[in-house]
């Protein structure tokens, strides 16, 4: 496809339950980028990959959350034993990933993301 | 550190005009503009690269100074398709940061 894809759509699940979110980027990006937006809130910034560099998990709001990137492309977000306040919309996004001065101009596709409903 | 946006919300009528300002307190290199209607994702509006540079896009514009680190973004005779949330995105060493957020409500 020519965007980025991201599944499922919705998750319905049980407080204490793992889920696992997945993104399918652009073809050819090299950065991408989680975030979750809690309803009526803002972008709040999750992991970020790029390339075959060490992620930037600098944002995960706890050791209940990880994600990883096969191959350079797919990447999954993993959030176990789900709490209520974990409910909110994950979006991913991904970029050409330039380097050096290009990187100013790397914009940012978003997914359609995945709403997330602890019970 | 996350840019501030301001005003945080704001209804027009259609037809007015809105300026949304991001500040941020670490150089900027880039600003980007994004607008997410409810719902759907973010979509990239309009970048920004020099400072006191401006961009347009029909009756929407951006200016970013770089001194002072801010962005603002005008739109001008807005239209009921603007409504959204408006986020500036900002590129520091190496990575996206997005603003705090604009609420945008334009009424017939």
């Known amino acids: 496809g020519a965007g980025v894809s991201q599944s499922p759509s919705n998750k319905v699940t049980e407080k204490g339950k793992d889920v696992e979110l997945r993104c399918d980027p652009i073809?050819?990006?090299?950065?991408l980028y989680w975030y979750r937006q809690s309803l009526g809130q803002g972008l709040e910034f999750l992991i970020y990959?790029?390339?075959?560099?060490?992620?930037?998990k600098s944002g995960l709001p706890s050791d209940r959350f990880s994600a990883e990137r096969t191959g350079g492309s797919v990447s999954t977000l993993t959030i176990q034993r789900t709490q209520q306040e974990d409910s909110a919309v994950y979006l991913c996004?991904?970029?050409?990933?330039?380097?050096?001065?290009?990187?100013?101009?790397?914009?940012?596709?978003f997914g359609p993301g995945t709403r997330l409903t602890v019970l | 550190q996350q840019p501030v946006q301001s005003p945080q919300a704001v209804i027009l009528r259609e037809g007015e005009d809105a300026v949304i300002n991001c500040s941020s307190s670490?150089?900027?290199?880039?600003v980007h503009w994004y607008r997410q209607k409810h719902g759907e994702a973010p979509v990239f509006l309009m970048i920004?690269?020099?400072?006191?540079e401006q961009k347009g896009h029909e009756k929407i514009s951006a200016s970013f100074n770089e001194k002072k680190q801010q962005s603002s973004l005008y739109l001008t005779a807005s239209q009921l398709s603007y409504s959204g949330t408006y986020f500036c995105?900002?590129?520091?060493?190496?990575?996206?940061?997005f603003g705090t957020g604009t609420r945008l409500k334009v009424l017939a």
């Open positions: 996004a991904s970029s050409v990933g330039t380097s050096g001065g290009a990187r100013r101009r790397d914009t940012q596709y």
């Open positions: 073809s050819g990006h090299t950065a």
């Open positions: 990959f790029q390339g075959n560099s060490a992620p930037d």
């Open positions: 670490k150089a900027l290199y880039s």
């Open positions: 920004l690269l020099k400072g006191g």
């Open positions: 995105g900002t590129t520091g060493t190496y990575k996206y940061i």
